[in-house]
T-cell receptor
Framework: GAGVSQSPSNKVTEKGKDVELRCDPI?????LYWYRQSLGQGLEFLIY????????KSGLPSDRFSAERTGGSVSTLTIQRTQQEDSAVYLC?????????????FGQGTRLTVV | KNQVEQSPQSLIILEGKNCTLQ??????????LRWYKQDTGRGPVSLTI?????NTKSNGRYTATLDADTKQSSLHITASQLSDSASYIC?????????????FGAGTRLAVHP
């Protein structure tokens, strides 16, 4: 597709279960970001991938959160042993991020509800 | 530490009124600054981009300013409409390792009431 695709669009899970969220960035975009947005709150940075460099994981809230990006394309955000406070919309963005082109394109997000 | 701070966190105005959103940053080196609009239930979309040499740029009823000396930007919305209700996110780009890394503000939630 032409845009950033995230799946699933909605996910309801029981507390304590593991979940995987997927992001398909725009083809050729070297940078990929994960953010989350709790109800009525602003964007909270989680992790940043840039090409083959080591990811910036400084925003991951706990060791229950991990993410990987395979082949420099698709990324998966995994949350283990989910808690109710993990409920939020998880947004993925990708960017070509050359020296002259820095626009980020966002997916529609995955709405995670932990019950 | 590279940071982008936005104020206010939220704002309510009446339809037809003007408003100004603020963005302060401590990002270095600075490449450019973008304002994004995020409608409810959708991902953010770029409104305007400001480079180091630009002070003011308009996009319809939206006018962005940049003061690179004080590291401040503002987004002014004129004659607000109900459809302006959204979150507005300031994103600063910084050159790092040959790439432009994006640093996002938390956003300002604007509600326009009739």
């Amino acid at each position: 597709g032409a845009g950033v695709s995230q799946s699933p669009s909605n996910k309801v899970t029981e507390k304590g279960k593991d979940v995987e969220l997927r992001c398909d960035p725009i083809s050729g975009h070297t940078a990929l970001y994960w953010y989350r947005q709790s109800l009525g709150q602003g964007l909270e940075f989680l992790i940043y991938f840039q090409g083959n460099s080591a990811p910036d994981k400084s925003g991951l809230p706990s060791d229950r959160f991990s993410a990987e990006r395979t082949g420099g394309s698709v990324s998966t955000l995994t949350i283990q042993r989910t808690q109710q406070e993990d409920s939020a919309v998880y947004l993925c963005a990708s960017s070509l991020q050359s020296l002259t082109n820095t626009e980020a394109f966002f997916g529609q997000g995955t709405r995670l509800t932990v019950v | 530490k590279n940071q982008v701070e936005q104020s206010p966190q939220s704002l309510i105005i009446l339809e037809g009124k003007n408003c100004t959103l603020q963005c302060n940053y401590t990002v270095s080196p600075f490449s450019n600054l973008r304002w994004y609009k995020q409608d409810t239930g959708r991902g953010p979309v770029s409104l305007t981009i400001m480079t180091f040499s630009e002070n003011t740029k308009s996009n319809g009823r939206y006018t962005a300013t940049l003061d690179a000396d004080t590291k401040q930007s503002s987004l002014h919305i004129t004659a607000s409409q109900l459809s302006d209700s959204a979150s507005y996110i300031c994103v600063v780009s910084s050159l790092s390792g040959g790439y432009n890394k994006l640093i996002f503000g938390a956003g300002t939630r604007l509600a326009v009431h009739p």
